[in-house]
């Protein structure tokens, strides 16, 4: 057994190697190289509770394709006065694990911790549900969904001026 199939249960090498880069554009505040991971019916939530609706109930985050391209611009201007100077970020992934296999999608789940520094250190932590498409060979994975459970979801949150 691989170091990554130890790390990555029933993970396709291919779609955590996908992960952990699109974890690393996030922390290197590459954010249009970002965005290129997304499907056209991305959608991008950060609930506020773990059984939350986003129908009915707030969200720190709900993004769809259309907003997820508007973050990125605001984020690629560099006047983001919450962001001046921009954090320092870098995040683990950890306990990666299949939850649904179906034709062309997989649905993994996975833990994360991001350490975020801009003139105090904040640690971030919680479950990751990244939805991936398996897309067309010339375009490769795409990522169709991403919902983050923040461990202290519901309770005072610093300002979320980056990409979790």
Do not use: C
């Given at each position: 057994?691989?170091?990554?199939?130890?790390?990555?249960?029933?993970?396709?090498?291919?779609?955590?190697?996908?992960?952990?880069?699109?974890?690393?554009?996030?922390?290197?505040?590459?954010?249009?190289?970002w965005e290129e991971l997304w499907d056209d019916d991305g959608l991008y939530w950060v609930p506020?509770?773990?059984?939350?609706?986003?129908?009915?109930?707030?969200?720190?985050?709900?993004?769809?394709?259309?907003?997820?391209?508007?973050?990125?611009?605001?984020?690629?201007?560099?006047?983001?006065?919450?962001?001046?100077?921009?954090?320092?970020?870098?995040?683990?992934?950890?306990?990666?694990?299949?939850?649904?296999?179906?034709?062309?999608?997989?649905?993994?789940?996975?833990?994360?911790?991001?350490?975020?520094?801009?003139?105090?250190?904040?640690?971030?932590?919680?479950r990751v549900i990244h939805r991936v498409r398996a897309g067309d060979p010339a375009r490769g994975?795409?990522?169709?969904?991403?919902?983050?459970?923040?461990?202290?979801?519901?309770?005072?949150?610093?300002?979320?001026a980056f990409l979790l």
């Amino acid at each position: 057994m691989t170091s990554t199939e130890t790390a990555a249960v029933g993970v396709d090498p291919a779609i955590a190697a996908f992960l952990y880069r699109e974890a690393r554009l996030a922390d290197e505040a590459r954010y249009s190289e970002w965005e290129e991971l997304w499907d056209d019916d991305g959608l991008y939530w950060v609930p506020m509770s773990p059984d939350a609706d986003p129908a009915r109930d707030l969200s720190y985050i709900y993004d769809n394709r259309r907003r997820i391209k508007s973050r990125v611009a605001q984020l690629n201007t560099g006047a983001r006065h919450s962001q001046t100077p921009p954090s320092k970020m870098r995040r683990l992934l950890t306990n990666l694990e299949v939850l649904e296999r179906d034709a062309d999608t997989v649905t993994v789940g996975s833990n994360f911790v991001l350490y975020e520094y801009r003139y105090q250190m904040t640690t971030w932590a919680g479950r990751v549900i990244h939805r991936v498409r398996a897309g067309d060979p010339a375009r490769g994975p795409r990522l169709v969904r991403k919902t983050v459970h923040l461990v202290n979801a519901g309770g005072p949150v610093p300002t979320l001026a980056f990409l979790l």
